[in-house]
């Protein structure tokens, strides 16, 4: 009856059982997803660039071998500042991921390194490209983040990636030992 009800292209396969009356979805979860989504020239500059001067609307995200190049990436040298500065911030990502005491990550809280709360494990931190539309999203899958962290965790990522702030202040601000301040976006 249900599937009559439904567009062609959507249908029901089964049904679950019945869940528990004091089953609460957002209490029960184990695992959030958040994106943060950035437009090119702030996440990698030459990748903006080079998407701006070659890219069509229906290139998506993708990776090329080396030497096999997608006119997307631009030119040998566009393709290999853009493959770079990508390597770069993925690598400073996952540097994030598992478990940290995330205190720093909270603006405007005052949280401290021995808070519980502070304590947050995150699965997966990736970059999806969209070049056509010309942004990228952080995607970060966690057990769950307090306001505003993914904003400072971009921040601080992508401040590290730009130069304008050592690796090791990413390292710091992981510590259990420091209370710093984070670039929030």
């Known amino acids: 009856r249900a599937n009559s009800q439904l567009p062609s292209s959507t249908r029901i396969l089964c049904r679950s059982e019945g869940l528990p009356a004091g089953f609460h979805a957002e209490a029960a979860c184990l695992r959030r997803c958040y994106d943060c989504l950035l437009p090119l020239s702030l996440l990698a500059p030459s990748l903006a660039k080079a998407a701006s001067t070659g890219a069509d609307a229906s290139v998506q995200q993708g990776h090329t071998k080396h030497g096999q190049g997608d006119p997307a990436w631009g030119e040998e040298e566009d393709r290999q500042a853009c493959l770079s500065q990508l390597g770069k911030l993925k690598a400073l990502m996952r540097c994030l991921q598992g478990e940290h005491r995330f205190h720093n990550f909270s603006p405007g809280s005052r949280l401290s390194p021995g808070d519980a709360i502070?304590?947050?494990?995150?699965y997966r931190f990736?970059?999806?490209?969209?070049?056509?539309?010309?942004v990228g999203a952080l995607c970060v899958a966690a057990d769950a983040l307090l306001t505003r962290q993914l904003n400072a965790m971009a921040g601080l990522v992508l401040a590290v990636s730009r130069g304008l702030l050592p690796e090791a202040y990413l390292e710091a601000a992981l510590s259990e030992h420091a209370l710093m301040r984070i670039p929030v976006l």
């Open 126 to 134: 990736r970059l999806q490209l969209e070049l056509g539309l010309g």
């Open 118 to 122: 502070s304590r947050r494990f995150v």
